[in-house]
Nanobody
Framework: QVQLVESGGGLVQAGGSLKLSCAAS????????MGWFRQAPGKEREFVAA???????TNYADSVKGRFTISRDNSNTVYLQMNSLKPEDTAVYYC????????????????WGQGTQVTVSS
């Protein structure tokens, strides 16, 4: 399993922006599809965004489409740029890696980070 470490979470006012980063431990990171999920208090974890192994395809949850952007670079890092944040975006955000094709399903991802807290105040 690849080890993943998220960073970049914090407290921001509604309408603000944050950029999350996820650093992977493996040199084979470039062969993994990557995803971001989130879990709000009292709710189940939900899909946010995903990107294919080469960055050529992306998927977004309807709730974040047009506001969030997932990207990846050659330094074993995947990013989630979050703009126009809303209080309902408050959650712990998790990075995940999949050896398969791009997916929106949790069960497709075999490696998970510890999560980073994002809090959006109204």
């Amino acid at each position: 399993q690849v080890q993943l470490v998220e960073s970049g979470g914090g407290l921001v006012q509604a309408g603000g922006s944050l950029k999350l980063s996820c650093a992977a431990s493996e040199r084979t990171f470039g062969s993994y599809a990557m995803g971001w999920f989130r879990q709000a208090p009292g709710k189940e974890r939900e899909f946010v965004a995903a990107i294919s192994w080469n960055g050529g395809r992306t998927n977004y949850a309807d709730s974040v489409k047009g506001r969030f952007t997932i990207s990846r670079d050659n330094s074993n890092t995947v990013y989630l740029q979050m703009n126009s944040l809303k209080p309902e975006d408050t959650a712990v955000y998790y990075c995940a890696a999949s050896t398969g094709i791009i997916s929106t399903m949790e069960r497709s991802f075999g490696s998970w980070g510890q999560g980073t807290q994002v809090t959006v105040s109204s």
